[in-house]
T-cell receptor, first 111, second 115 residues
Framework: EAAVTQSPRNKVAVTGGKVTLSCNQTNNHNNMYWYRQDTGHGLRLIHYSYGAGSTEKGDIPDGYKASRPSQENFSLILELATPSQTSVYFC??????????FGKGTRLTVV | AQKVTQTQTSISVMEKTTVTMDCVYETQDSSYFLFWYKQTASGEIVFLIRQDSYKKENATVGHYSLNFQKPKSSIGLIITATQIEDSAVYFCAMREGDSNYQLIWGSGTKLIIKP
């Protein structure tokens, strides 16, 4: 079973602060993704990556940056957190011809 | 434009019965992949089953199977002998063959299994 680990699992941040959400996968998948899930919106893609050193904008990238320093790690960075970024964030990984596997999610609250 | 639609927002069935959840998709690609995921009450999103567009045979994994009707752009999920722990939200997703590996998601169907 593919393994995707997110940290932290829960985070409370202050408005204007910097937040980094981390994701590690041990499946040697090329592709990694960051989604957010809000009630009434389903899963929305923020950023994704095809491999180490690459990041691409998804459907809702504003206010977020991403970093893929290695095949295994993909981070989501909120430079200036706002209350509207309160959400549940999911990281996922997948191969070029495989299904996508998800981490357990990070609940972020910005106060 | 690519789109995935799940029209059933919620379904309630008795335990040990069979349930079918609907999903229709729109794509211009001749090659695509279809997936079903389950989101549990704890929030975990779990991959269940996939169907590749070039395969005529319906996929089956455990008590999950698919009803792939390509001319209707439809991929239904069938769960047989349902159990209480099947209660969850089920998402349908599509990835086009020549896409940038992004998934297009449906809005989900909440399944409630009654004892």
């Amino acid at each position: 079973e593919a393994a995707v680990t997110q940290s932290p699992r829960n985070k409370v941040a202050v408005t204007g602060g910097k937040v980094t959400l981390s994701c590690n996968q041990t499946n040697n998948h090329n592709n990694m993704y960051w989604y957010r899930q809000d009630t009434g919106h389903g899963l929305r893609l923020i950023h994704y990556s095809y491999g180490a050193g690459s990041t691409e904008k998804g459907d809702i990238p504003d206010g977020y940056k991403a970093s893929r320093p290695s095949q295994e790690n993909f981070s989501l960075i909120l430079e200036l957190a706002t209350p509207s970024q309160t959400s549940v964030y999911f990281c996922a990984s997948g191969g070029d011809n495989t299904e996508v596997f998800f981490g357990k999610g990070t609940r972020l609250t910005v106060v | 434009a690519q789109k995935v639609t799940q029209t059933q927002t919620s379904i309630s069935v008795m335990e040990k019965t069979t349930v079918t959840m609907d999903c229709v998709y729109e794509t211009q690609d001749s090659s695509y992949f279809l997936f079903w995921y389950k989101q549990t009450a704890s929030g975990e999103i779990v991959f269940l089953i996939r169907q590749d567009s070039y395969k005529k045979e319906n996929a089956t994994v455990g008590h999950y199977s698919l009803n792939f009707q390509k001319p209707k752009s439809s991929i239904g999920l069938i769960i047989t002998a349902t159990q209480i722990e099947d209660s969850a939200v089920y998402f349908c997703a599509m990835r086009e063959g020549d896409s940038n590996y992004q998934l297009i998601w449906g809005s989900g169907t909440k399944l409630i299994i009654k004892p």
